[in-house]
């Protein structure tokens, strides 16, 4: 008995010793000031009227309010989202005109009215179903023009050329398509996406037009049209082939809660999958595939502590990343030290690469265990 109140006593001063140092949970920092600079770069980079940003999936997954919030105070004033109910919660935010992707499955219509969302049509189905459903009410027409995955088909296309009271009493604000390779300027796909478009934007003379995403923000004007509607770069992901015109918006950091040497031979993590090469000292971080770092990421991406790189060794669990600190100094990872996962030094393009995937995947799986901090 006596025995076992002491381990315990023990257990119990140990814990507390060890809540004293505990440092805090992964921090999630997004700067608002960084992402309304990057609505600044897009808006002086566009040559047509304005720039409507792209919140869909809880803007990238950084959050819809606040972003939305942010940016409407810099003035983008028209907001698009992948679907209806993405589209209410941000009707709670911006009183703006809000666009959505993905328009009304049958029977949705009123839902649009009651909140006053503008849907994109993506085939006669919806179109005919609106002009019932909403008379007058303004809507977007989108075009399939060569990505052959959303908007109205080249064979419907006809049907509204041959057919001009299908388009009648409908109230288009704007006729959009969107583009497949933006990102690879010389892509012959640009150009035949771009002529398609030209031919569709004749059906609606009046409402304007919008084919730019990120990327196409920075092809040749000829692409920029009346609307842009970036996402990936308002949140600091590059969207060209070269250097980066965005400044970062994430940061991510995870504190340190244990620390070991290793010898030679000696393995670290699930499967053994990293062997030390020499004596090693191992940092384990408190950050895993459940916060939604890539389970990729394993013996490829690399953290930060200070200034120093630390390379990820072995495989990524579901709470804790181990990082191969054995060249950096004793004082850059004592326990409670954050480790940083997304910064200036390695972005989210970097990590993407490291993990064999692209920058949106990596913002839009950013889990909820995180404090997350707005700056
Ligand atoms: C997601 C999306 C965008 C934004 O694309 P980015 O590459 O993130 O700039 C624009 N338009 C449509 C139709 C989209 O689905």
């Excluded at 909140?115 to 009410?137: E, S």
């Excluded at 054995?326 to 993407?352: C, H, K, W």
């Amino acid at each position: 008995m006596k025995e076992v109140f002491l381990s315990r006593f023990h257990w119990h001063k140990r814990f507390i010793f060890f809540a004293i140092i505990m440092p805090g949970p992964a921090r999630l920092t997004i700067n608002l000031a960084s992402l309304a600079k990057n609505y600044r770069i897009l808006a002086e980079r566009f040559s047509g009227q304005s720039v409507a940003c792209v919140v869909k999936a809880d803007a990238y997954g950084l959050g819809a309010a606040p972003v939305a919030s942010r940016l409407r105070t810099e003035g983008c004033s028209f907001f698009f989202v992948a679907t209806l109910d993405e589209a209410i919660e941000l009707r709670g935010v911006v009183e703006t005109p809000i666009g959505v992707f993905a328009g009304p499955f049958p029977g949705e219509e009123k839902e649009y009215v009651n909140h006053r969302l503008m849907p994109v049509l993506n085939d006669l189905g919806q179109i005919t179903r609106w002009k019932n459903a909403a008379p007058g009410a303004a809507c977007i027409l989108q075009a399939d023009t060569g990505m052959h995955r959303m908007g109205i088909s080249l064979n419907e296309q006809q049907k509204l050329r041959d057919d001009p009271a299908l388009l009648e009493g409908l109230a288009v604000f704007l006729s959009m398509s969107h583009m497949a390779c933006a990102d690879t300027s010389d892509h012959p796909l640009n150009g035949q996406q771009l002529k398609q478009f030209q031919r569709f934007r004749a059906l609606t003379p009046d409402a304007r037009a919008s084919l730019a995403n990120s990327a196409t923000v920075f092809l040749d004007k000829a692409y920029h049209f009346d609307i842009a509607r970036p996402g990936c770069a308002l949140y600091g992901i590059n969207p060209t082939p070269g250097t980066n015109p965005m400044q970062p918006v994430v940061w991510l950091e995870a504190p340190v809660l244990a620390v070991r040497d290793i010898d030679a031979g000696e393995s670290v993590g699930y499967g053994a999958a990293w062997l030390a090469q020499r004596p090693s000292r191992i940092a384990t971080v408190a950050l895993g595939y459940a916060d939604g770092f890539l389970r990729s990421g394993g013996n490829n991406a690399l953290a930060y502590l200070g200034e120093n790189p630390a390379p990820v060794v072995g495989r990524i669990s579901m709470d804790l990343i181990t990082l191969d600190v054995t060249d950096l100094p004793e004082s850059a990872y004592a326990p409670g030290s954050m480790a940083s996962f997304l910064n200036e030094r390695y972005t989210v393009d970097d990590l993407a690469r490291d993990c064999g995937t692209i920058g949106y995947e990596i913002l839009t799986r950013l889990g909820r265990r995180f404090e997350r901090v707005y700056a």
